[in-house]
Nanobody, 124 residues
Framework: QVQLVESGGGLVQAGGSLRLSCAAS????????MGWFRQAPGKEREFVAA????????YYADSVKGRFTVSRDNAKNMVYLQMNNLKPEDTAEYYC?????????????????WGQGTQVTVSS
């Protein structure tokens, strides 16, 4: 049973930073892409960032490029999302996902497994 558990969300002022973490269990994820999507109230879920199995390949939504950094630690089955210079429009529920694909493909097609989400709220 694949399980993804996100943590690190919270309330932050605009311009601040947060670091999200996702712990994966149930199989070896070293060959899987891992990534993040988000969903704001009344909006569809959208891609944020993804990292390939080795950690060398990353892919970002245009809206977060230069502000967010995705990384992973295969030894710990963890993926992270460092979010800097946060804006009110970044407010959303953030979901961790994984699938046997590339980071870029995950950005287009999404993942096969999903976590329950962690809330990020950015106040102006």
């Amino acid at each position: 049973q694949v399980q993804l558990v996100e943590s690190g969300g919270g309330l932050v002022q605009a311009g601040g930073s947060l670091r999200l973490s996702c712990a994966a269990s149930g199989r070896t994820f070293s060959t899987y892409a891992m990534g993040w999507f988000r969903q704001a109230p009344g909006k569809e879920r959208e891609f944020v960032a993804a990292v390939g199995w080795s950690g060398d390949s990353t892919y970002y939504a245009d809206s977060v490029k230069g502000r967010f950094t995705v990384s992973r630690d295969n030894a710990k089955n963890m993926v992270y999302l460092q979010m800097n210079n946060l804006k009110p429009e970044d407010t959303a529920e953030y979901y961790c996902t994984t699938s046997l694909t590339t980071a870029q493909a995950m950005g287009i097609y999404g993942g096969d497994y999903w976590g329950q989400g962690t809330q990020v709220t950015v106040s102006s």
